[in-house]
């Protein structure tokens, strides 16, 4: 078995809110391994995005308690100063943000941003880091790079910027690449080039990637490895193939048929998962699901644990334990 | 033949901004003489990317936007010039649903107020229009106590049940929908389109559906007009569109399309280049920078859309 690049055990995190602690993350216990993409797929609130950040140590909120283990290279990253961890965040570890348009800074060009993001990680002169910027420019794709290099952000249309970005996140050839729903704020022609473009990366340096999306379509293009999550847990985890050929938890289910699908024919109704997602503020006792699950019963009222195999694979639901109910 | 409520002909909208130097103005052709009709009960679809014209054209047809030119007939009369005054009893059966359901409800009115503020504005009673709110409320799977909530006691799917209730308020016929399942999560996405579908069958409306997600748009409409830069490239039944597409931009725009099953993939084919701005639209087809299959003919020519088979397509080059 390959060494597991990343490994996060019992991760929680909870905010103090005026109206009481959010749980936003529950126990939330993965690996990847290098050269794996993993998607984290989940609607909103499920706390997909906010267990990432907390991996990266972007939460700064003095009301945020940040709980578990989250070992990179076999050191826990939670017990990191601050310090300690800029040295790791865009070199080892790199993110690209969904909204292109908000992740670079206006004023500086395009070149700046790269150089910045190298000089702080490498002794290079600004001759050899310019010429490196231009280099990656091309390598993602955007035409005449010597020319653009030098312009600013807004003479950059969405999808390009998008590349700019993925650029500087793989400049110092980070080993894992975060990328949280990196293709929603773009257009669907575009969105085929970036994750054509993340593809080829891949392969090239055997990065890994986790991509957090609630687009089950490019979950679906890209990841080999998927992880569910409801209300801030995991509800299930698979492999790419066995998830959407045989999902096991109902939400996975329900969220898969819920999906207006292009290759499949037409039907007059969608299926639907009843009811409004679970407020993190006003959970449910036992499996935050279950007030909209259609096969649920009197032992749901219990928090269901995670029944996984040796791979990690796996799903937190009752009806696994007690075999086929439905 | 089922009985035509809209017919809209070679409309163009062009806008001007304040962009160029010296006070010259430049010139974005929004919309370039679009075309199309529609028969009552249906649904037409309208896809396409960032600056197509799509929600220009929304706002067009239901008048919150006037067309530079070409006409708009409605039920046998040209509404394309027509004053606010003059529009204000066809408000009545144009409804226009917006994408985002947190910015169209007022923060600080009841539910029941939204809802009952087009009818008070069209002289309903009081009482009359108290009935009618609860009975909507109820039409769109709504609490009855939901009546004295205030829009940030809901969720994003709830918010747009409300949004399409007060459009429901005055028995419309017509009805624009602006990606108004795009900001909500799959799960209630699935429950919000149902719910146009329901009552749809139920009060015979007409749907325009303008939206970018193409497994949404197809669910969803009877007909797709596909556009490119202000221009529809494509127009024909769902079945005709999604199985057997004739222009290449609705090609790639299909094989671009992320797909949950995987066993297809190999024919997966990814256009070159960002989309043009409108600002300075190629010659000739406006496509042809992106285009697999240019050929130089297609950045002098400008293709006409034509009727080929069963469907109308915009290309030099499909015959």
Redesign the interface.
Known sequence: MAEKLLEVKNLCVSFKTRKGVVRAVNNLSFSINHGEVLGIVGESGSGKSVSMSAVMGLIKDENAEITGEVFFNGEDLLKKSDEELRAIRGKDIAMVFQDPMTALTPVYTIGWHIREQLQLHSDISDKDAKARAIELLEEVGIPDPEKRVDQYPHEFSGGMRQRAIIAMALSLNPKLLIADEPTTALDVTIQAQILDLLERLRKTYNSSIIIITHDMGVVSELSSEVLVMYAGRMVERSTKSSLFANPQHPYTKGLMNSVPRVDRARTSRLETISGQPASLLNLPSGCAFRNRCPSAHAACTEQPTFISDSNGYGAACFLLTEGVRS | MSQEILRVNNVSRIYETSGGSFGRKNKVSALDGVSFNLVHGETLGIVG??GCGKSTLGRIISRLDTPTSGEIIYKGNDIAKKSLSAMRPLRKEIQFIFQDPYASLNPRRQIGAIIEEPMRIHGMGKDERRARAHELLEKVGLDKNSYEKYPHEF????RQRVVIARALTLKPELIIADEPVSAL???????V??LF?ELQDEMKLTYIFVA?????V???SDRIAVMYLGKIVELGS?EEI?NNPQHPYTK???????????S?KST?Q??????PSPLNRPSGCSFHT?CPIAVPECSTREPELRRIGAVDVACNLVV
């Not at chain 2, 790639?252 to 995987?262: E, F, G, T, V, Y």
């Not at chain 2, 990814?270 to 989309?275: A, Q």
Request: neutral net charge.
């Open positions: 990317e960032s969720s994003g799917g709830q999560d799959v799960s209630i996405q699935a429950q389109l149902n579908k970018h997600d193409l497994g949404v197809r669910h969803i769902v999604y790639a725009l299909l094989s671009a399309n992320p797909r949950i099953d995987q297809a997966r990814i256009l070159t280049g960002d989309i992106r």
